[in-house]
């Protein structure tokens, strides 16, 4: 089943304990980007990567950082979270090219004490 | 920059049509894209302009007006299962980027 795959789907931590939430789709998509969604903000994009090795900011990248070094991986880290990173995120992936609509994970809702 | 609008939440009777709302104006335009989302899950993918016109998917539609930066999706038989949001998105010129609109909040009465 063509996929993608969030994990966890929940996580409560503490402020400034480093964390990884692991993002993987089966589908051999070239572009994956991070999201996050907040009540009344809609969903902003955290990064993106066009391919393998090849990742850029979104438009909230401050305090996150993501790496690409699979086609199907495409990990987000908090190096030290805080509590404004509470919220809930989504990974998406697509395929280059016009009209491609992107796939999204489950979502992994982030509670940072 | 990109800024979208969408009305925050609307409020529909079982068996009915709703027209939801999106304008936008961005740096840019490579199309737009409506996604449904339930509460607390993934959004699921809808529909797709980039050209004027109409684009009809059952009992969902979508409509684009480039000139006017301005878009709907049209919902027609309404069952309850179709309360949840509905996410207005434009993608730029280039690359796959897609700005989202905050959403609207869809409640379907019996």
């Known amino acids: 089943e063509a996929q993608v795959t969030q994990n966890p789907r929940y996580l409560i931590t503490v402020t400034g304990k480093k964390l990884t939430v692991t993002c993987s789709q089966n589908m051999n998509h070239e572009y994956m980007s991070w999201y996050r969604q907040d009540p009344g903000l809609g969903l902003r994009q955290i990064y993106y990567s066009m391919n393998v090795e090849v990742t850029d900011k979104g438009d909230v990248p401050e305090g996150y950082k993501v790496s690409r070094k699979e086609k199907r991986n495409f990990p987000l880290i908090l190096e030290s979270p805080s509590p404004n990173q509470t919220s809930l995120y989504f990974c998406?992936?697509?395929?280059?090219?016009?009209?491609?609509?992107?796939?999204f994970g489950q979502g992994t809702r982030l509670t940072v004490v | 920059g990109q800024n979208i609008d969408q009305p925050t939440e609307m409020t529909a009777t079982e068996g009915a049509i709703v027209q939801i709302n999106c304008t936008y104006q961005t740096s840019g335009f490579n199309g737009l894209f409506w996604y449904q989302q339930h509460a607390g899950e993934a959004p699921t993918f809808l529909s797709y302009n980039v050209l004027d016109g109409l684009e009809e998917k059952g009992r969902f539609s979508s409509f684009l007006s480039r000139s006017k930066g301005y878009s709907y999706l049209l919902l027609k038989e309404l069952q309850m299962k179709d309360s949840a949001s509905y996410l207005c998105a434009v993608r730029p010129p280039v690359g796959n980027m897609l700005t989202f609109g905050g959403g609207t909040r869809l409640m379907v009465k019996p």
């Open positions: 998406a992936s697509s395929l280059t090219g016009q009209g491609i609509e992107a796939f």
